[in-house]
């Protein structure tokens, strides 16, 4: 480490980018990524799982834990023993079917896409007087890199906002959804696992989930061609649900029900709950180097950088203000500099373990963090300068994301106890050996998809190196968990 400080500070020293070895560069940022993998390495999966204390006396107040405690109500009166009812596995359905959505809501919400931290106004050396002077090109791409940087000690500050309405996840509307959650008594343990639930309950769900990001970025030019910045995102989070449930008995089981209600053995639970929380989520720190340089006339239009980005879980991810995960993404850009400027971006994203995800060691059953989706990310653009002091920006961004958990429905007809459909009877015998779902049911499954997005914005210079941003994307398929429009606002400085 302290051979690599020695070379930054000998680049630091240096008046000119153009002096650099042209194995300088290189070695800066493969020994940058070689410090950031090496910290994604460190992070070993661990027994984890969140704890809601469904059914408990206190359960948890976490976001994550939102939707299991509203489908995990009391029991119901005249049930035997009165205790609280607690969520459990089944054969038939997962545990809670909404489960899911906690660790496709804290991907989604870590891993929205941040404004790019390259200034918008570039610096570079005149080669006649060695005095730096800003370039008169377009002002750059909002969500996207491009190969400049900012220029050796300059300083970049800037700050945006997006807002983000989630209402889809896969194609399927969250202000209707289908859950299966199945129960317990406290006198059914539930183990093995393949033992009968007491109780199984089907719930039509309205979800609203809303989210205010606000990123504060500072980009510093350690050299000509290397850059360094930080980008700090502060989030709020606003998830509300409303619930109508009924919950059926399961006729195998050995607990008693009453026998009083209409139809038998058979209740209803309804209700809305709401959750809020506000705090910094995961930082994001990064270094970008120029390793080819595009010169005509003795001056810089653009050429091929490389960097690494480095995700840190400093969000609270029992509350959907971080992933939970570290996440490292190399990446590399190659860019026009220009009145027009053409950019062309791809990266990979590699991530951690979380807790928002569960997986169950196959030797011993323990509950462990499961993995973050990994992503492929890729995206072309063009910024075009149509006045000097005011620039358009046009991008594509496409990701494929691996092995991740999605949304699939199931008809109406599905047996919620033992196996069978509608209208063949299901296993068992008793008022509720032909309880079938009534609704359509989501359903997680795991598989790797493709989502596109488009975004188009402005960049106003009024006063010297102070910009003002406008963007907006939209999305171009249904894939995933993701906002229909997302609006941004955003403000820089450069000097």
């Excluded at 959505?101 to 080669?127: H, K, M, R, W």
Aim: glycine letters at 10%; aromatic letters at 10%; one cysteine or more.
């Amino acid at each position: 480490m302290a051979k690599y400080w020695r070379d930054f500070e000998k680049v630091s020293e240096m008046n000119s980018l153009d002096s650099l070895t042209t194995s300088f560069v290189p070695k800066t940022f493969l020994r940058s990524a070689f410090v950031a993998l090496l910290v994604f390495t460190l992070a070993k999966a661990a027994p984890a799982q969140i704890n809601c204390g469904a059914g408990s006396s206190a359960p948890s107040s976490s976001l994550a834990c939102l939707v299991s405690v509203s489908l995990t109500p009391p029991a119901p009166a005249g049930f035997s023993p009165a205790s609280p009812l607690q969520p459990r596995a089944s054969t038939t359905f997962s545990p809670n079917t909404l489960a899911f959505l906690s660790g496709d809501i804290g991907s989604e919400v870590s891993q929205i896409p941040l404004a790019s931290p390259a200034s918008g106004i570039i610096y570079t050396n005149n080669p006649t007087t060695q005095l730096p002077e800003r370039l008169n090109q377009s002002f750059g791409p909002i969500l996207t890199q491009r190969a400049q940087t900012i220029g050796r000690h300059n300083w970049y500050f800037a700050t945006t906002y997006q807002y983000f309405l989630l209402q889809d996840i896969d194609s399927q509307a969250l202000r209707n959804v289908g859950a299966v959650i199945y129960l317990n008594s406290s006198g059914n343990p539930g183990n093995p696992p393949s033992s009968s639930p007491d109780f199984a309950g089907i719930s039509n769900n309205y979800l609203q989930l809303k989210v205010h990001q606000f990123v504060g970025y500072a980009t510093y030019g350690l050299a000509s061609r290397v850059d360094v910045s930080v980008a700090v995102p502060l989030l709020r989070v606003d998830l509300r649900e409303t619930f109508s449930e009924n919950l059926f008995h399961n006729p195998n089981s050995n607990s008693p029900c009453s026998t009083t209600s209409s139809p038998p053995c058979t209740f209803t639970s309804s209700g809305s709950h709401a959750g809020e929380a506000t705090g910094v989520g995961d930082v994001v720190l990064a270094v970008k180097a120029n390793v080819w340089k595009l010169r005509r006339a003795g001056k810089d239009h653009g050429g091929f950088s490389m960097g690494v980005e480095v995700r840190l879980p400093s969000g609270d991810s029992h509350n959907f203000l971080g992933s939970g995960a570290i996440g490292a993404k190399p990446f590399a850009t190659l860019s026009y500099a220009g009145r027009v400027s053409p950019h062309f971006n791809i990266g990979y994203q590699a991530n951690g373990k979380t807790d928002l995800i569960t997986a169950v060691n196959a030797a011993n059953t323990a509950i462990l963090k499961g993995s973050l989706p990994n992503r492929l990310i890729y995206s072309g653009g063009v910024d075009f300068a149509l006045f000097k002091k005011l620039t358009v920006n046009l991008d594509g961004i496409a990701q494929h994301v691996f092995d991740a958990q999605r949304a699939t429905l199931l008809p109406t007809g599905a047996c919620l106890f033992g196996t069978g459909s509608s209208p063949n009877p299901c296993q068992g015998s008793g008022s509720g050996s032909n309880v079938y779902t009534t609704i359509s049911v989501l359903q997680p499954v795991t598989a790797s998809y493709d989502r596109g997005d488009a975004a188009g914005g402005l960049k106003w210079n009024p006063y010297k190196g102070f910009l003002i941003t406008g963007n907006v994307s939209v999305k171009l398929n249904q894939a995933g968990l993701r906002s229909r429009v997302v609006p941004l606002v955003g403000a820089s400085l450069t000097f």
